[in-house]
């Protein structure tokens, strides 16, 4: 606005093609500022396009089934009966078996790194950790079908039933192949744990010193410092970690699809193969013979869709805030 | 107490007086109630020591839980890839299960693609939203981009992937490198914005103010001078945007498909790497194994040499910073 005042007073004067420069360099300006405005405005424009895609291919399987396309545990291509229940049960354990492992360690590592590593551990143990994002989830499937799946048949579950007993429990029973959701869901914990360390990790540098050294001149130890004063501070933001961790664990496909078995069934046994949403996508997507059937795969990703955007509104909303309080404290 | 001391005498005195005074009738040696009280305190202390350096330990314990996946897949990597990793790999074509030999040049060269197509769908975007983002800091709009695209950077890959499919394969009724190019590159927008508008907010505000001053315009001092001190920034957000999704596999699945032939064609079904080590792993044959493992070696050292050249960027920026 104002270059375009100035233009108007240097119009009045002798020079006669500068004002016509300042000119078009405002109307410059403007459309730099629209094609900028565009480009953000591709971010929810591809939002709601996924959205449509996701209605418009999942549609027919919910018009037919209603809400018991999430209830039922029937899924029957021959019969024409589809219900995504198993799938939605599979990939809640599995991400709940990622997250138990996953969050002591996570978090354990962020506040090794924040509290008690000297500056020369630092930055390999961080950059070592951050690595584990970098790793393909199809690279980890190899390792799991080749490495994980060998080890668990050969000596984790014969120990978890057999030596702690915990065989009598629902949860370990039955025979032990190797492919199942506690294989599934220990990959997952690998997987996630880059994520929640590295959130964690941020949050609790974002502690100021000063709330730790209060602590400690209280006569605190180190770990009631941690207890009392540093994680109390970062609490929120490393929940809003933890459920960042849980979207992608939810959302997590290649591996789970190589690790989980691939079974429509709803067991209690950890031991037990099954399926979760990602991975019956894309294991049935290239066989699926009918229409429905592709409709009720959709359906599953539109499910899978729509609970990881909640997940993910709520984890980052919590890590906003506390960026919020944190910089709004001394 | 030891505030108490250190004040000035005079006040000393008026404020611990009354206390002195019964002090000459307790006996010398502490009561019962007083040993048992320090017996008490002497074991908490030594409780609160021992459950200190429990918790300490664990939290070393779990640092080193938390790097032994990576350097135990690194290490099978490596055992298991290395061995397969012949010059054929690289040139020849996958051959049918029974033959030996037989590499992965065209998966290689079909990732190489993606990543470029993807590449030029998502970069200008992602670096013009970004742009926008840094440029109306406190806009509502702004705000609502930032939010979305941070919830689209968690979405999973897969849903991506149909939504490539349902715009670009179902319409046209085949699959092709385009589907999943643009997956992928929309895969890249979010990651992109974030790391453009942080770059660019690290640009000093004296710097634009003093291109605005001499009289630039506003479009020519963003791109003159702020993105071009951004830049190398911006170029390793880039970099690391390609390192995440050329080992990405579950869009390619509903888009690419994958080919076992040679294809450079946008239009028809092409190889890639992550593709190809997935269905050499599901195989039931050694020899596809052995290929799945050379693939992943590959396919982690390319992820790791954009990478390292992403760090590189950052370096030589904080050179030139330095000087």
């Given at each position: 606005?104002?270059?375009?005042?100035?233009?108007?007073?240097?119009?009045?004067?002798?020079?006669?093609?500068?004002?016509?420069?300042?000119?078009?360099?405002?109307?410059?300006?403007?459309?730099?500022?629209?094609?900028?405005?565009?480009?953000?405005?591709?971010?929810?424009?591809?939002?709601?396009?996924?959205?449509?895609?996701?209605?418009l291919a999942g549609w027919p399987a919910f018009r037919r089934f209603g809400f018991a396309f999430l209830t039922s545990s029937t899924w029957?291509?021959?019969?024409?009966?589809?219900?995504?229940?198993?799938?939605?049960?599979?990939?809640?354990?599995?991400?709940?078996?990622?997250?138990?492992?996953?969050?002591?360690?996570?978090?354990?590592?962020?506040?090794?790194?924040?509290?008690?590593?000297?500056?020369?551990?630092?930055?390999?143990?961080?950059?070592?950790?951050?690595?584990?994002?970098?790793?393909?989830?199809?690279?980890?499937g190899l390792w799991g079908i080749f490495v994980l799946l060998p080890f668990l048949r050969e000596t984790l579950m014969p120990f978890l039933?057999?030596?702690?007993?915990?065989?009598?429990?629902?949860?370990?029973?039955?025979?032990?192949?190797?492919?199942?959701?506690?294989?599934?869901?220990?990959?997952?914990?690998?997987?996630?744990?880059?994520?929640?360390?590295?959130?964690?990790?941020?949050?609790?540098?974002?502690?100021?010193?000063?709330?730790?050294?209060?602590?400690?001149?209280?006569?605190?130890?180190?770990?009631?410092?941690?207890?009392?004063?540093?994680?109390?501070?970062?609490?929120?933001?490393?929940?809003?970690?933890?459920?960042?961790?849980?979207?992608?664990?939810?959302?997590?496909?290649?591996?789970?699809?190589?690790?989980?078995?691939?079974?429509?069934?709803?067991?209690?046994?950890?031991?037990?193969?099954?399926?979760?949403?990602?991975?019956?996508?894309?294991?049935?997507?290239?066989?699926?013979?009918?229409?429905?059937?592709?409709?009720?795969?959709?359906?599953?990703?539109?499910?899978?869709?729509?609970?990881?955007?909640?997940?993910?509104?709520?984890?980052?909303?919590?890590?906003?805030?506390?960026?919020?309080?944190?910089?709004?404290?001394? | 107490?030891?505030?108490?001391?250190?004040?000035?005498?005079?006040?000393?005195?008026?404020?611990?007086?009354?206390?002195?005074?019964?002090?000459?009738?307790?006996?010398?040696?502490?009561?019962?109630?007083?040993?048992?009280?320090?017996?008490?305190?002497?074991?908490?202390?030594?409780?609160?020591?021992?459950?200190?350096?429990?918790?300490?330990?664990?939290?070393?314990?779990?640092?080193?839980?938390?790097?032994?996946?990576?350097?135990?897949?690194?290490?099978?990597?490596?055992?298991?890839?290395?061995?397969?990793?012949?010059?054929?790999?690289?040139?020849?074509?996958?051959?049918?299960?029974?033959?030996?030999?037989?590499?992965?040049?065209?998966?290689?060269?079909?990732?190489?693609?993606?990543?470029?197509?993807?590449?030029?769908?998502?970069?200008?975007?992602?670096?013009?939203?970004?742009?926008?983002?840094?440029?109306?800091?406190?806009?509502?709009?702004?705000?609502?981009?930032?939010?979305?695209?941070?919830?689209?950077?968690?979405?999973?890959?897969?849903?991506?992937?149909?939504?490539?499919?349902?715009?670009?394969?179902?319409?046209?009724?085949?699959?092709?490198?385009?589907?999943?190019?643009?997956?992928?590159?929309?895969?890249?927008?979010?990651?992109?914005?974030?790391?453009?508008?942080?770059?660019?907010?690290?640009?000093?505000?004296?710097?634009?103010?003093?291109?605005?001053?001499?009289?630039?315009?506003?479009?020519?001092?963003?791109?003159?001078?702020?993105?071009?001190?951004?830049?190398?920034?911006?170029?390793?957000?880039?970099?690391?945007?390609?390192?995440?999704?050329?080992?990405?596999?579950?869009?390619?699945?509903?888009?690419?498909?994958?080919?076992?032939?040679?294809?450079?064609?946008?239009?028809?079904?092409?190889?890639?790497?992550?593709?190809?080590?997935?269905?050499?792993?599901?195989?039931?044959?050694?020899?596809?194994?052995?290929?799945?493992?050379?693939?992943?070696?590959?396919?982690?050292?390319?992820?790791?040499?954009?990478?390292?050249?992403?760090?590189?960027?950052?370096?030589?920026?904080?050179?030139?910073?330095?000087?």
């Amino acid at each position: 606005m104002s270059e375009g005042d100035g233009a108007a007073v240097i119009a009045n004067g002798d020079d006669a093609p500068r004002p016509l420069r300042i000119v078009g360099s405002a109307i410059a300006d403007r459309v730099y500022t629209w094609v900028l405005t565009a480009f953000a405005l591709c971010i929810p424009a591809l939002l709601l396009l996924l959205v449509i895609a996701l209605g418009l291919a999942g549609w027919p399987a919910f018009r037919r089934f209603g809400f018991a396309f999430l209830t039922s545990s029937t899924w029957n291509p021959v019969a024409g009966i589809y219900g995504a229940a198993p799938a939605i049960y599979g990939t809640v354990v599995t991400s709940i078996i990622a997250l138990i492992v996953a969050t002591p360690l996570g978090v354990g590592v962020a506040l090794f790194l924040s509290d008690l590593a000297p500056r020369r551990v630092r930055q390999p143990v961080a950059f070592l950790v951050d690595l584990l994002a970098a790793i393909p989830s199809v690279v980890y499937g190899l390792w799991g079908i080749f490495v994980l799946l060998p080890f668990l048949r050969e000596t984790l579950m014969p120990f978890l039933r057999d030596t702690l007993g915990l065989g009598g429990t629902v949860f370990f029973s039955g025979p032990a192949y190797g492919p199942s959701m506690l294989a599934a869901g220990l990959i997952l914990a690998v997987m996630v744990l880059p994520y929640i360390s590295a959130i964690s990790r941020e949050v609790l540098l974002a502690v100021p010193r000063s709330q730790r050294e209060a602590a400690l001149a209280l006569g605190a130890t180190r770990w009631e410092m941690i207890r009392g004063a540093v994680i109390p501070y970062a609490k929120s933001g490393i929940i809003g970690g933890i459920i960042l961790g849980l979207g992608r664990a939810l959302g997590e496909t290649m591996a789970v699809t190589m690790l989980i078995g691939n079974r429509h069934e709803i067991s209690a046994s950890l031991l037990a193969p099954g399926y979760t949403m990602a991975s019956l996508i894309a294991n049935e997507f290239a066989e699926a013979s009918s229409d429905l059937h592709l409709s009720a795969l959709m359906a599953v990703g539109l499910t899978l869709f729509v609970i990881t955007m909640i997940v993910n509104g709520i984890a980052r909303w919590l890590v906003w805030q506390v960026g919020r309080t944190g910089s709004g404290r001394p | 107490m030891a505030g108490l001391a250190g004040r000035p005498d005079g006040e000393r005195t008026t404020v611990s007086a009354p206390a002195i005074a019964p002090a000459p009738d307790r006996p010398h040696r502490p009561s019962d109630r007083q040993r048992a009280f320090a017996e008490r305190t002497l074991g908490t202390v030594q409780r609160r020591r021992i459950v200190n350096a429990v918790m300490l330990s664990l939290l070393f314990l779990a640092a080193i839980a938390a790097t032994l996946p990576l350097l135990f897949i690194l290490f099978h990597l490596m055992r298991l890839g290395i061995t397969s990793l012949t010059p054929a790999f690289f040139t020849k074509m996958p051959r049918p299960v029974g033959e030996a030999g037989g590499g992965m040049a065209n998966a290689i060269v079909g990732t190489l693609i993606l990543i470029g197509a993807a590449s030029a769908i998502g970069l200008p975007i992602g670096v013009g939203a970004g742009l926008y983002l840094a440029e109306r800091r406190g806009a509502r709009l702004a705000n609502a981009v930032r939010y979305l695209s941070d919830v689209l950077n968690g979405l999973p890959s897969i849903v991506m992937g149909i939504f490539a499919w349902q715009f670009l394969v179902r319409p046209v009724g085949h699959f092709s490198a385009l589907a999943g190019a643009v997956a992928l590159g929309a895969m890249m927008i979010p990651m992109l914005t974030r790391t453009t508008e942080e770059m660019v907010r690290l640009v000093p505000v004296a710097l634009r103010e003093a291109a605005l001053a001499l009289g630039y315009s506003k479009w020519r001092t963003s791109l003159t001078i702020v993105v071009r001190t951004a830049g190398p920034g911006i170029v390793t957000g880039a970099l690391v945007a390609m390192a995440r999704i050329a080992g990405e596999t579950a869009p390619l699945l509903f888009t690419v498909l994958g080919n076992q032939f040679w294809s450079v064609s946008l239009a028809e079904p092409i190889a890639a790497l992550p593709l190809q080590i997935f269905e050499y792993a599901k195989s039931p044959y050694e020899e596809w194994h052995a290929l799945a493992w050379a693939g992943a070696l590959v396919l982690i050292s390319l992820i790791l040499v954009i990478g390292v050249a992403a760090r590189f960027a950052t370096r030589q920026r904080f050179g030139a910073h330095g000087d």
